[in-house]
């Protein structure tokens, strides 16, 4: 797999919160500890994704009219409605 480097700045509060994360043997690199916040956050995201997928999967169907479909946008007319259903 392909890798690249990528400059973070940090201000000093935060870098010294994770160079003393480094220095405890918590994390083997500043590089593991940013990799890892960035997997879990993957992670999490793909969790609330399938959850809200599932949730309408189980939810009532959302009626949408022509007009809707040709001059709507339709994320947000789908947003609003299943508001509206709640």
Known sequence: MASFVMNVRLSDPLRTYVDGLVESGAYSTASAYILELIRNDRER????????????????????????????????????KLQESR
């Open 45 to 80: 995201r793909l969790r609330r994704l399938e959850d809200q997928l599932l949730d309408a999967l189980k939810s009532e169907p959302i009626e949408i009219t022509d007009e809707e479909w040709d001059h709507g946008d339709i994320v947000e007319i789908c947003r609003r």
